[in-house]
């Protein structure tokens, strides 16, 4: 099972609606689960907006483009991950909206941009994955933040940076 | 399930893990300690020191829960064929992304949220490895877009 079975069968057993309620979300608050999936999928939405943004600068070489446009792929099954996760819950994702990407100038170099983006998503699902209350959902989330910690370290490298400044991700 | 119990639990997962690092230790100090190495040389020291912090982090966990930090090993097996600095590089992909399934599972059993955190955070890190490894290969570092479905 890959992690959006794994995500929506943890889901499901957490915060499923009852075989009598139809429309459970209108009535029912979210789970804790629920909310932080939401915002792991707001984040989600928000990275591969910003992602779109930056492949529009005309600096990037095919290659590092190449890789970009895998990194932001990834980005939208994590995202379909999560909305097919809510939408089990009787969490429909259309209720939920990206928080806003920072403002870019044209001509910047996008891969610090996209390297911080990365890294604070990465570290935003490693928090959800010590809240979340079923040991599925936490290891089904830590298998996404440890995919955002890989395009974080690849960008880093692209950058010229180091890599992997810490050997511990919510050091780095 | 009292706390003092859960620790208790946590702590034998983590035994466990430590175990694991003892193993990736032993690899990367035989390599290091080799001839096979070239290129990666510096990247591969990097990675054994990463592995010596979360040894460290895990033993501290454990003996915080009152339990005894298992002692290493003389010896553990290495892989065949390290001869050169592109067949270590492929041992260390294939023990960094062992390492970081058998994390995976972990986090899945670790009861106490600051212990699945910890677990988690060294697993993104191991996965960090395996893509500048693969990069040194001039392979896509990063092929799946979750860690479940294998990195390689």
């Known amino acids: 099972m890959g992690v959006g079975g794994v995500l929506l069968a943890a889901c499901n057993k957490a915060a499923a609606p009852s075989a009598t309620t139809a429309e459970p979300s209108s009535v029912a608050p979210p789970s804790a689960d629920v909310a932080l999936l939401e915002r792991a999928l707001a984040s989600e939405v928000s990275i591969g907006l910003l992602y779109e943004q930056e492949l529009m600068s005309p600096t990037i070489d095919p290659p590092t483009r190449a890789r970009l446009e895998s990194f932001r792929a990834h980005h939208r099954d994590h995202a379909d991950a999560f909305r097919r996760a809510l939408v089990l819950a009787g969490r429909p994702a259309a209720e939920v909206s990206p928080s806003p990407g920072p403002e870019m100038s044209s001509g910047h170099d996008p891969l610090p941009a996209l390297s911080a983006a990365e890294d604070q998503l990465a570290k935003a699902h490693l928090v959800a994955a010590g809240r979340l209350s079923t040991g599925e959902l936490a290891q089904a989330i830590a298998g996404v933040c440890g995919v955002e910690a890989r395009h974080a370290a690849v960008l880093r490298s692209l950058a010229g940076e180091a890599a992997i400044p810490s050997p511990f991700l919510d050091r780095q | ?152």
């Open chain 2, 1 to 152: 399930m009292r706390l003092a119990q859960a620790q208790k639990e946590d702590a034998a997962v983590l035994s466990a893990a430590i175990e694991r690092e003892y193993e990736a230790a032993f690899f990367y100090r035989s390599v290091l300690g080799g001839s096979a190495l070239g290129p990666s040389a510096a990247l591969v020291q990097t990675i054994a020191s990463d592995h010596d912090a979360h040894r460290a982090f895990l033993a501290d966990v454990v003996s915080d829960a009152g339990i005894a930090v298992p002692a290493a090993k003389e010896t553990y097996p290495l892989p065949l064929g390290l001869r050169d600095d592109a067949a270590v590089v492929r041992a260390a992909i294939d023990a960094e992304e062992a390492g970081l399934q058998a994390g995976l599972r972990d986090v899945s059993v670790l009861i106490l949220p600051q212990h699945r955190e910890g677990v988690a955070a060294i697993v993104a890190v191991q996965a960090q490895h395996v893509s500048l490894l693969r990069l040194t290969q001039g392979l896509d570092p990063v092929p799946r877009a979750f860690l479940a479905d294998g990195l390689s």
